[in-house]
């Protein structure tokens, strides 16, 4: 089992950039493929990035491709989400998930993939 906590949410311009990271318990952090969700009010919760196991494939959903990048350091149990050029729309609750996968390259974007999810950091983006 792993715990999951996400930081790095806040207030920010549109144009501005934000880190999220998510910080995971346990000693098995490597063995999970990880993934970005975010609800906004009324929305369903979304995948906007993934990123396998070993860190070598990665997704982006269309409406974050070029802005946002997905990264782990599997040394430090983390997983980051740097968000760059960020819009109104970007404004959510934004999750961390994991999943865990004996297969290296594995990517997960729908919900009910991933079994442990973090609490939430919000984000929101003024105009």
């Known amino acids: 089992q792993v715990q999951l906590v996400e930081s790095g949410g806040g207030l920010v311009q549109a144009g501005g950039s934000l880190r999220l990271s998510c910080a995971a318990s346990?000693?098995?952090?490597?063995?999970?493929?990880l993934g970005w969700f975010r609800q906004a009010p009324g929305k369903e919760r979304e995948c906007v990035a993934a990123i396998s196991r070993s860190g070598s494939n990665t997704y982006y959903a269309g409406s974050v491709k070029g802005r946002f990048t997905i990264s782990r350091d599997n040394a430090k149990n983390t997983v980051y989400l740097q968000m760059n050029s960020l819009k109104p729309e970007d404004t959510a609750v934004y999750f961390c998930?994991?999943?865990?996968?004996?297969?290296?390259?594995?990517?997960?974007?729908?919900?009910?993939?991933?079994?442990?999810w973090g609490q939430g950091t919000q984000v929101t983006v003024s105009s």
């Open positions: 998930a994991a999943k865990p996968t004996m297969i290296d390259s594995s990517l997960h974007v729908r919900r009910y993939e991933y079994d442990y």
């Open positions: 346990g000693r098995t952090f490597s063995r999970y493929a």
